[in-house]
């Protein structure tokens, strides 16, 4: 079976960039600059060579603020391998089992990037650690930089950020919350946990109202074979379900299957490792097509996504990375 692969990113775009520095031990220090609060940093853990195998539970991250350090939230989300899979800590499939508990070069460090702070000199790194590295954050836009301090303790490791986690999620009932937005979804009779949510609001920390906005998410697919036969699906007719799921304190991943027939046969399977952060949302996709099978057919596949909102989203703004100044969402069409 092949498998072909596409990225859909949804909700916010991210965009920062993580280097090391190559001065790791310089004595300058130097202000932070960057001012991007909406992006999650995630750096692979290679770029971190000093501190390679070693346990995560004796790992922090720091910020220089008001020239002192600070423990600031983040979390390391282990993988199998170079190219292995998230280890899944919750859900029906979880692989746990799998984890070694060490900060190995695939992993990644995830914190974002509001969260950084000043370059601090050596002089400056909190007691006590035993090895370190100072991580620079760059905006590929402006240039502009931040720092932290990724710092491993042999002994007395001294506690996390006491800051609340970014994200919660509660499985059983299906939602999903942070300062900014909640989203509940739909849980079947039959115990599906689905992709679909049924209520999404902004809350009233974040600006918003905290009424559901949400009507229905609608997804449309086409499905054509031998350019004679044509089915159509929507929401109601594919399966859904959260197979596993991975949270820390900065963010969820939630994996999601969804299947489809055709002619009455499993022809294409859908996991979508939907990853929610503070502020927003991607959904990298992986289809795995029986192409052997379908290929003499021949078969064309267009999916599309959507929302319809309730009247209560009216009077909100939209905007977006190609129009930061948005509109006022006023229920009526315009040129």
């Not at 949510?197 to 449309?220: C, H, M, P, S």
């Amino acid at each position: 079976m092949r498998c072909f692969r596409f990225q859909l990113l949804t909700f916010v775009f991210f965009f920062s960039l993580i280097f090391l520095s190559n001065a790791l031990f310089a004595q300058d220090s130097e202000t932070k600059t960057i001012k991007r609060w909406v992006d999650p940093s995630v750096m692979e853990g290679r770029l971190a060579s000093e501190l390679l195998g070693l346990p995560i539970s004796n790992l922090r991250l720091y910020a220089y603020k008001n020239n002192t350090f600070q423990p600031i939230p983040f979390q390391i989300d282990e993988m199998t391998g170079e190219n292995g899979d998230w280890i899944m800590t919750g859900g029906p499939v979880i692989s746990s089992d799998l984890s070694n508990g060490k900060f190995d070069k695939w992993d990644k460090l995830i914190f974002m990037t509001e969260d950084i702070g000043d370059k601090a000199s050596k002089d400056a790194w909190t007691k006590g650690y035993t090895k370190g590295c100072e991580i620079e954050v760059i905006d590929p836009i402006t240039k502009e930089k931040g720092w932290c301090y990724l710092l491993f303790f042999a002994s007395k490791t001294p506690a996390r950020s006491n800051v609340p986690p970014y994200v919660t999620y509660d499985y059983d009932n299906e939602v999903f919350a942070s300062d900014c937005t909640v989203a509940k979804y739909i849980v079947t009779e039959e115990g599906l946990h689905t992709a679909f949510y049924k209520e999404q609001w902004v809350t009233k920390k974040a600006g918003g109202n905290g009424i559901n906005f949400a009507d229905r998410l609608k997804v449309r697919t086409t499905i054509k074979i031998l350019s004679t036969i044509t089915i159509h699906m929507n929401e109601e007719q594919l399966k859904s379900n959260v197979i596993a799921y991975h949270i820390g304190p900065v963010r969820l991943i939630r994996r999601i299957e969804q299947y489809a027939k055709i002619l009455n046969i499993p022809a294409m399977r859908v996991v979508a490792d939907v990853i929610f952060y503070k502020y927003g949302t991607t959904a990298p996709v992986q289809f795995d097509v029986p192409v052997n099978r379908l290929r003499k057919i021949g078969v064309s596949l267009v999916v599309r996504f959507g929302t319809d909102y309730s009247p209560d989203v009216i009077g909100s703004r939209s905007a977006s990375s190609t129009n930061p100044k948005g509109f006022i969402v006023d229920g009526n069409m315009d040129d």
